[in-house]
């Protein structure tokens, strides 16, 4: 399969999504380097915990302006979607502005059975984009999140938390997912093998 740099930016734990990739066969490393992250076919950008932090890590880094520029297969993944967005609400942070959407807080309703954070298996539903060939609405995905991305034209799953969210976005070449493939079992391993496979 085609080399895939995940991208390393001080922000959250890298094994799973390691693992994950290597139980496709797919051939990947680590970086922080433009250089490399530009020369990729493939690019991941993971991320866990606080959006304002990772972005300020990822600046530090010079590779706002990278990810920006890329024309290859990118896909964000939880606070690494995040940052694709217009901003967010962790932080009152502005972030690329790939995905014209603000994140923002999920708020908890102990009447309708609401938690937040939001931590478990859900469904996906209103499935619309090649990452998820081969995959039925209602499939469902492993989250921990407590803040996420509004709908929007870009939207390509929702899940539901107390309100209806992005669950998934695409614009161009750009992917993100709110959610963990690689701990979402075979469907997070199918939307990773459709990841690698999309042109």
Not at 60 to 86: F, K, N, S, W
Not at 127 to 137: A, H, I, K, M, N
Request: aromatic fraction near 8%; hydrophobic fraction near 40%.
């Amino acid at each position: 399969m085609e080399d895939v740099v995940i991208i390393d930016y001080a922000t959250g734990n890298l094994r799973s999504v390691c693992n994950a990739l290597d139980r496709l066969g797919a051939r990947w490393r680590l970086s922080s380097d433009a250089g490399e992250i530009l020369a990729a076919e493939r690019v991941l950008l993971p991320g866990v915990g606080d959006a304002s932090c990772a972005m300020n890590e990822l600046k530090a880094r010079g590779l706002d302006d990278v990810v920006r520029g890329l024309t290859v297969p990118v896909l964000g993944i939880c606070v690494g979607m995040q940052l694709l967005c217009r901003s967010s609400e962790e932080g009152n942070v502005n972030c690329l502005g790939i995905f014209n959407t603000p994140v923002c807080r999920l708020h908890p309703d102990a009447a309708a059975g609401v938690k937040v954070p939001h931590m478990g298996w859900n469904t996906l539903t209103d499935l619309t984009s090649p990452l998820f060939d081969g995959l039925e609405d209602g499939c469902f995905a492993y989250f921990v999140h407590s803040y996420a991305a509004s709908l929007c034209p870009e939207t390509i799953a929702v899940a539901q938390n107390g309100i209806s969210f992005s669950a998934a976005l695409s614009r161009e070449n750009f992917y993100g997912v709110q959610f963990h493939p690689e701990k979402s079992g075979e469907v997070g391993s199918r939307i990773l093998y459709n990841f690698l496979n999309i042109k």
